[in-house]
């Protein structure tokens, strides 16, 4: 059983409201909906939030499983995957079965593609070693070379730092960013780990085209632009 879960909070500072303000014609929230919907990978389909406008939102979408979120996953502090164990094991007893593989979609990245889902899905099914799969787009800067970090009295240095020095940039590990917008667990790493990013963690290769993730207005505007512009 693969099941899917959308966990959206309600307080957003930087867009308040953002998960269900419209854009391009109609609420965030709904276009990782129908993707999840129209992929039609999935035994069940879950929204998780502590907000009762955002689950009224999905609520009137057939075939959405709709869950809400205990307070203490849902403050500013709490980390996201608690409340992604939480939804998933909500789906688990709604439905009297245990889910095989765990996927979350984040509402904040609707640019992805089903093919995405599907390949990201692949990629661990594929891949018995491989305890989850993450998404990411190809980092425009690269730690070894013009990524820098400051330390603690203010001076900066290369983030990444091999000796000898790397000199090529060919020579160079492949570095992505990670995009928050697929999310892929066998079922037992998801319940006994708290980090995604682990020893035998793949990534899936995403286009930047279809890599933002809405944190800021001007993510929202670039967004909408992109979506506009596919028809969505």
């Given amino acids: 059983m ?13 867009i308040p409201q953002k998960n269900i303000r419209p854009i391009a014609g109609k609420p965030l929230l709904l276009y ?7 992929s039609h990978l999935f035994d069940a389909i879950a929204v998780s939030s502590d907000s009762t406008e955002i689950l009224d939102v999905a609520q ?11 307070p203490e996953l ?9 409340a992604i164990r939480h939804c998933h094991l909500e ?33 661990l099914e594929q891949n018995p070693d491989c ?3 993450i998404t990411g787009t190809p980092s425009r800067r690269s730690p070894y070379f013009n990524l820098v970090e400051e330390d603690t009295n203010g001076y900066v240095k290369l983030s990444k730092v091999t000796n000898p020095p790397i000199v090529r940039r060919q020579d160079a590990p492949r570095c992505f960013d990670m995009n928050a917008s697929i999310y892929v667990w066998r079922r037992d790493i998801l319940l006994n780990e708290n980090f995604v990013v682990l020893p035998k963690t793949k990534i899936y290769e995403m286009p930047e085209e ?20 596919r028809g969505l």
């Fill in 32 to 38: 990782t909906i129908q993707q999840a919907l129209e």
């Fill in 2 to 14: 693969k099941t899917c879960s959308i966990c959206v909070r309600g307080g957003s500072k930087g």
């Fill in 131 to 133: 305890t989850n799969v």
């Fill in 91 to 123: 789906i688990e007893k709604k439905l009297g079965s245990q889910t095989k593989i765990a996927v979350d979609l984040d509402a904040t990245s609707p640019l992805r593609s089903i093919e995405d889902i599907m390949s990201s899905i692949q990629m």
């Fill in 210 to 229: 279809r890599s933002f993730d809405i944190d800021s207005v001007l993510d929202f505007k670039i967004v909408e632009m992109l979506l506009k512009e």
């Fill in 60 to 70: 009137s979408v057939p075939g959405v499983m709709c869950i809400e979120r205990p």
């Fill in 74 to 82: 849902a403050t500013d502090q709490a980390a996201k995957i608690p």
